[in-house]
């Protein structure tokens, strides 16, 4: 059973910088493309950002390019998200998900993860 646990949320003024982590745990999920979701209040969950089984490609919502950045470490097993210049508008929690190598649709589609995290807190104060 591979069980996706997120880490880094909290509270944090606007213009501020917070570093998520997503460890693995069950199985290695080195050939798996990685992606962060965020779901606000009363909205959908949205694609935040993803990268490829070997971290050499990555792909970033239009809301998030430039202060958003995505890495892995599969030595670890684990999954970063480095957030700067945050804005009271990325307040969400923020999910972990992991997508198999046999899928090949757009990575900010949500049906291709099989592999979700529980969810960690992320709120900007403005």
């Known amino acids: 059973q591979v069980q996706l646990v997120e880490s880094g949320g909290g509270l944090v003024q606007a213009g501020g910088s917070l570093r998520l982590s997503c460890a693995a745990s069950g199985r290695t999920l080195s050939t798996y493309a990685m992606a962060w979701f965020r779901q606000a209040p009363g909205k959908e969950r949205e694609f935040a950002a993803a990268i490829s089984w070997n971290g050499g490609s990555t792909f970033y919502a239009d809301s998030v390019k430039g202060r958003l950045t995505i890495s892995r470490d599969n030595a670890k097993n684990t999954v970063y998200l480095q957030m700067n210049s945050l804005k009271p508008e990325d307040t969400a929690v923020y999910y972990c998900?992991?997508?198999?190598?046999?899928?090949?649709?757009?990575?900010?589609?949500?049906?291709?993860?099989?592999?979700w995290g529980q969810g960690t807190q992320v709120t900007v104060s403005s």
């Open positions: 998900a992991g997508r198999p190598p046999r899928y090949s649709g757009p990575y900010y589609q949500l049906d291709g993860y099989n592999y």
